[in-house]
Structures are given as C-alpha cells and as structure tokens.
C-alpha cells in the first residue's frame, strides 16, 4: 500500500530516517549510556526498536509507559522519571515482572513507595528547572531516609529541561555543566551508580559532568522545534494530509490541532507557509501555484511527544511503500 | 466515589454546570435553532443530552463523529460541516441510518459526494475565515450544478470563526452582521431552507442576520478562551490533579500539556499562577502557603475542543460525587 492511499490525517514515519536516528545515537552513546525516554513516542513497536539498537534501560514518564513495556518484555531495567503518590498504580509498577525503579524527591513520594512494595528509586534532584526534585543539599537526607525504609537507591536523576533549547551550543554546554555540578553535589551524598539527566538538546554534552546515562527520547523522531539546533538527526516523523479547499492565496488540508502537539507552536508544511491551524484544517499559503483538492500534503509537528500522542497508530514507510503498523499503545496514564 | 478518589489527570464535568449550559442555550435557541456542533466534545452521551434538551439536529467535523452518531441512533439530520474526498468516509457517512448532508464547496467534493452516493449537501460559504468555503458569488453556480447532478441542496454554511473572539460585543455583532450580509447574498443565489452559521461565541447575535440555525458547541462545557466574552455558560469542564511535588516558591501537579488542548495557551489553575506545563506537569504558584504532595488541583482548559479529544473517558460529577462515566467515543477520524 502507498502512503497516499492512507485516510488523512496519518501519522507516518520514514523508518530510513528512523534507522539513521538511532543508529546516530547509539554510535554516540551506546548500551545503557542512553536510557531511552519512551515519553517522547509511547510505542512499544519503537522501544523495540530502539532496545534492537542496543538498549535495555528505558526512562517512562507514566506509569502506563512502564507496565506497557513490562507487559510487552521490552526492557529490562524501567525508570519512572517522575513522582506519583498513585497506590494502585505504584502496586501495579511493582508487580511488573521487569525491574521498576522510580523517582522520588520528598518523604510523602518515599512513603508511597515504601507501601506499594516498590523495591528500588533514584533521588530525583532539581538541577534548575522549576519542576520536581529535592534541593540538592538534601537530597543525602532523602537517600538515607529511603536506605533505612528499605529501598534500593540506585542513585540520582535531574533533569536540564530548561536548557533544552539554548540556541548557542557552547552557551549550552557551559550552562548544563554548572546544571550538573549540582547533580555531582548531590551525587557524592547519595552514592548508587546511577546518575541520569540530560535529554535529545543535551545528549552530547555529558561526556565530563558525570552523568552516566542519558534520557532522551526526542532524537528518534524529531520535530522542529529540536530541528533548529542542528543535531544530528533529522525529521522522521510526519502527518499527512490531504488537501480538501483551494483558494486563491491559501489551500486548507484536514490536519488540525487535534492531530498535532499545539504547545511549540504551529507546524511547518513542506512546500507551504502555515497561516493557522483550527481543530480539523490547516490553512497555508502553497509554495508553487496549481495545488488541487485531493492533493497530499505533508506536516511535520513541532513538538513529537504530543503529537504521537494524540494518535492511535503510527505508519511505518519505506520508499513511499507502507511497512508496517504501529499501535501507538502507552498513551494516557 | 467522589471525585477526589479518581486516579488523575481526571476529565470530569459538572454536571450541575452543564446542565444549566445546556438550559441556557436552549431556552435561547430552541430545537432546530441550534445545532449543536459534536467536535466540541466529541462524546456521544453528551450529544443525547443535548438531544434531551430539544436539539435533534447536529453539526460534526469528522466523518467519524457523524457516522458514530449515526450508529447510536442519536440525532435525526447529521451535518459534516467539513470538506472531505475521502471515498471510503463519504460511503460510510452515505450508508448511515439518520440521514446525513455534507458541507461542498468545489466541484471536486461536489464529485466525490456524488460518487460516494451521499444524497444531501449544504453549499460551504467564506465570510472571512480564511479557510473552506467557495466565494459567495460563485456559490449559485455550484448550488446549481449539484442540484444537476442530483444532490438534494438544502441551503448554505458559512463559519464566521475569526468574529468569535472580538471582545466587545457591539463591535462583534456589527462584524457579524457584515459577514452574514456575504451568507444571505448566497443565500439568494442557492435557495432550499437552511442558512447555518455561528457558534459560542456568535451565538446570539443571529437573530436578525437571515441564520437559520447556530453550530455552537463549546457553550455545553466552556473554557478560559470564551469565558472571557461574558457569555451566559459558565466553566463545567475539570481536569482534576494531584500535587506530586512542592518546593519553596512552585508546587506541581499531574497535569501536563498531553491532557490539555494548548493551542490557546496554559490552562488555569484555581487557587493559583500557572507558570508552565510540560509534558506530564503543571508548575504553578500556590495563591496559599500549606499545599501538600497528594493535594487535588482543579485545572481549567484553556480551549475544550482538544482537551475533550486527548482523554479517553469524562467523569460526570454533581456535589463532589461521580455519577456516570461517559466514553469519550468520536475521537480520531
């Protein structure tokens, strides 16, 4: 089957491209260097892929993305990047048959662990984005605390999200080193082997801060908001459409804002300039003239890990040729 | 069950609040005056209470909203106020039980709902939304060739979407009626029985502009964006959060940017300052000192259309306590 033949709005992935992402990455940061980020496509088909690739850690912001993959034997080493005080959802982590380890920053997140059974946590630190994380200087109060309950402490996690996007790669670099110094503060309080940080804006700046995993998830499919950085890898993923009014400065296709992560900003139209998005069309103003109803378009989003989530399924494509179908599996919570 | 025992994000309405909605419109706009339009909720159950409430007509954007209607029997005259050529979704929509018209606006979807056997159209008018519709001069002349063709034209569309957000509503009706003077002037030229236009926030400012019946659908559950206007609906969509950490100055919640339409920005959050989403996070500013990890938060969309379309389920709630759940059915497409 041709991706021109799909019903529109399609999420599509060029697998080539896919290919060359992940072999890009693991070339850089082989193994357990990466813990793929799952939050980024919630597919278990891609975590497959990315487990062929090498690696066998993966980092879940859900509880959903864990038992997925634990029920799916993909993995075999899971992190929750994230706190929950959920009972029903810690107990069904810890009942996974793959490892779970979880991110805990306060006593309330300790507790909750402790009593669902859950075995092993990293100390999730805040290293400058106002998010979660324990302030580094107690982050040893933390671990000791969750030592005496009875919890595996595998060490830290902090994560730079606020350093994602700075355009200036040595500005960048300078600003996750000062980042991380406080993660290594917090670290050398901790102990465990485990320091993880760092995400697809960061992912080659963490040869000397001491991070020894990092947690992206963006590089597999990208979009083009991680597109302005120059990194090296390209855009894998995709949203068709099919053109369904002309006009006589703009065209409309049937991509809206529900099939597309809306919080980035507009996506771009290859051949095209986006005007506005409204929930079931796209207005743009087409490159060349002669754009007729029926024609396909082609929309690359400007955040991936909404986007993804927004859909049921996700076309694997070779060449323009339909390969496979994949069930876009671990979304909601 | 009440409310605060659900697992979070939760989607939860009011039910008290979207039943005063549902009575405000409909004393205003009574039976067929309104048709109600499905993508604001894209729910089924909520449509049978808004067919409760009088209204047997409805607006839809996607096949799969009309044909999913259709298939629960709710709803007698189901209207895609949308373009399509999508043969396989124009014969599913024209081998439904209710009967069902569809928006044209070019002779290439004249054709492929001539094609697909669909029996019934409305002529799609621009009145300046640069979006679908033909221009209304030339909407005769498409009017005449479907009627030669055999579609059954029952009258015109024409979505004035770019006055609904014009704050002052003296300027907003005077820009209203300037749009709908393009509607009645096509009008003239295409005949049968229906004008339809409007939404929320045009809602009552067609009593004297030729409209014969209004496609509002956000006045059932409302949002920050046209809570603004002063409208007579008043705020019966939730998403319901638990606090997962708390630091000095920010406290956050699991509500993240993949439970929220973002396209209209941040949601709000009541008792306190919403300072970003991400993912799977809210970071806001507590208005009070004392928030505690497992604190329930009350998060309100900024535009309900895409929040609707990015959850499974919908908790119906009156005085705190769950009285149905509602399967969030016409998602996708």
Redesign the interface.
Known sequence: VHVHEL???ALVIDADALDRNLAAMSSRLPAARLRPHV?AHKCTALAAAQQAAGHDTFTC??PREVIGLAAAGVGTDLLLA?????R??LRAMADCDAPVTIAI??D??LRAAIDAGIRSCLIDV?VGL????V?PDRAGGLADRARSAGLDVRGVMGYE?HLMMVADRTERAAAVEASMAKLRAAHADVGGDIVSAGGTGTFDLHASTGVTEVQAGSYALMDTHYGSLGLPFEQALFVIG?V????A??A?A?VG??SL???HGDPSVLDGAV?F?????V?FAPDRPGV???DRVTVVPAHV??TM????VVWLMRDGELIDRWPIDLR??
Chains 1, 2 share one sequence.
């Open positions: 019903p529109t709005p939050k912001a859900t994230n706190e929950t005080v959920d029903d959802r920053d306060s309330d997140t805040n106002p998010r979660c994380g302030e999200g099919t369904i009014s002309v006009a400065d703009w409309v049937d804002l529900k992560g809306m919080d005007w998005c409204s929930d079931e069309h207005t007729r109803v029926g890990d909404p989530a927004m859909h049921e909601h919570w």
